[in-house]
């Protein structure tokens, strides 16, 4: 070897070693760039996941107090029945016409009282 040579090959050695080294830094913002982005993609999606759950929430508890509400007033519909088919069948049962809630009244109340209503 001569000493011509050696700083050839030296300076051949320099350039490509700074060649990768460029290389690599390229790669590396690449990367960081790379990671940026899906970490911002992961973000959005995660919001846009959590506002569809949120609205998926919401109209589910409005649909249940809808139910609700229809199932309350068909039980008082029912119950409503359920009365009144029990006072028919009471005022069938001893031969007189159903009895109103004042007549009601006051039957219990003479009945409670006696002869203190009297006086």
Request: charged letters at 35%.
């Amino acid at each position: 070897m001569t000493s011509s040579e050696t700083p050839a090959s030296d300076a051949g050695t320099i350039e490509a070693l700074k060649r990768i080294k460029n290389a690599e830094s390229d790669w590396d913002h690449r990367l960081a760039d790379a990671r940026r982005a899906s970490e911002a993609t992961l973000r959005r999606q995660k919001e846009e996941a959590g506002a569809t759950v949120a609205a998926a929430r919401a109209e589910a508890e409005a649909d249940h107090a809808r139910t609700v509400e229809r199932a309350r007033l068909a039980a008082d519909v029912e119950a409503r029945q359920i009365v009144a088919d029990g006072e028919r069948q009471a005022a069938q049962a001893t031969g007189a016409a159903a009895p109103r809630s004042s007549d009601r009244s006051a039957g219990l109340l003479k009945a409670v009282l006696g002869d203190l209503l009297e006086e």
